[in-house]
């Protein structure tokens, strides 16, 4: 008889599944759709997006399995009814903030930020290996048949994501230091692109990746203007000063959530639109513009004050 070679999970995805394992209500299903999503995240964000060709004969689907996730989150206890968002939601964090992120330098473990992360799930931070960072071609601008460049944008940030990634998809991944992940982070700025903090409830039900966003071709975005409410605010706004405004127009074509619009010599500020991304701020060379905390946005994720507040190691 021929020798039959034995097929084995990769150690990443076995590490992935005892990861799983430890948290009480992360069930097989949490764990098969956290597979799905990052073994095949091409397909799972082109169909998300409309733009993959089987589309159309996946799309009626589509509706069960948020009817399905929508289910399996009402299950887990949870007094407040769950939604799609809830599962599937990104925090705007500006740039120093998401640097932050990227140079944690221990393992860090933050619960329940509800005041930060205001979804009924995933909203917990917990990185291991925070110096193990592996770049993604972003599955967003992929699935565009003229996509914005560069595509390798989306950083996936400690374990057991960053291996599971890299493992599965070395062909549009490569690991990179802490100090490339911040180039990125800047380079994404300057191109007038916004940094979201994601979060996923069958990805552990916590922070996994920092994806650098432009309006054209996120689908988090797409949704976000279809009315599904997937990003939530810095914390912050934009705040105009008139008397420096001359009315150029520059921050309202940079905007990637079409909060502003200039009326003549005046500009006016969408407060509900407004994410407070700071894209506006950086661009206007006439420093008419300035971020403020805004209570009514939440707080803002800035990890270092948080690991001073209620850091806990891991």
């Known amino acids: 008889m021929k020798n039959r070679q034995k097929i084995s999970p990769k150690p990443s995805t076995r590490a992935f599944y005892k990861f ?40 009626p689907l589509t509706g069960l399995i948020m009817r399905l996730l929508t289910f399996m989150g009402n299950v887990k206890g949870n007094e407040e009814a769950i939604t799609f968002e809830d599962t599937y939601h990104g925090k705007v964090v500006l740039t120093d903030s998401a640097v932050g992120l ?63 990634v890299h493992d599965h998809h070395p062909g549009r991944s490569r690991r990179i230091s802490q100090g490339e992940a911040v180039e990125i982070l800047h380079a994404e700025h300057e191109r007038g692109h916004v940094h979201h903090a994601f979060f996923k409830d069958a990805m552990l039900g916590r922070f996994y990746a920092i994806c650098n966003c432009c309006s054209c071709c996120c689908g988090a975005m797409q949704q976000q203007r279809n009315g599904v409410l997937m990003l939530t605010s810095s914390g912050y706004l934009c705040h105009v000063d008139q008397s420096l405004c001359v009315g150029c127009g520059i921050c309202e074509e940079v905007c990637p959530f079409d909060a502003i619009e200039v009326r003549g010599m005046t500009l006016v500020v969408d407060e509900e639109a407004c994410m407070g991304c700071g894209v506006c701020v950086d661009k206007c060379e006439m420093g008419a513009l300035r971020l403020e905390l805004d209570p009514q946005k939440g707080e803002p994720l800035e990890i270092q004050k948080l690991m001073e507040g209620i850091y806990c190691s891991v």
């Open 20 to 59: 799983g394992k430890r948290i009480s209500d992360y069930s097989i299903f949490d764990f098969i759709h956290g597979y799905v999503y990052m073994r095949w995240p091409y397909f799972y964000i082109g169909v998300g997006t409309n733009e993959h060709p089987l589309t159309r004969f996946i799309k």
């Open 102 to 164: 990227v140079t944690i330098e221990e393992d860090i473990t933050l619960e329940n930020l509800e005041p930060i992360i205001p979804y009924a799930l995933a909203r917990d931070i917990v990185i291991k290996h925070p110096d193990h960072i592996v770049v993604l071609d972003c599955p967003c601008r992929s699935a565009r048949p003229n996509p914005c460049l560069p595509l390798d944008v989306c950083l996936v940030i400690g374990e057991p994501f960053a291996s599971f």
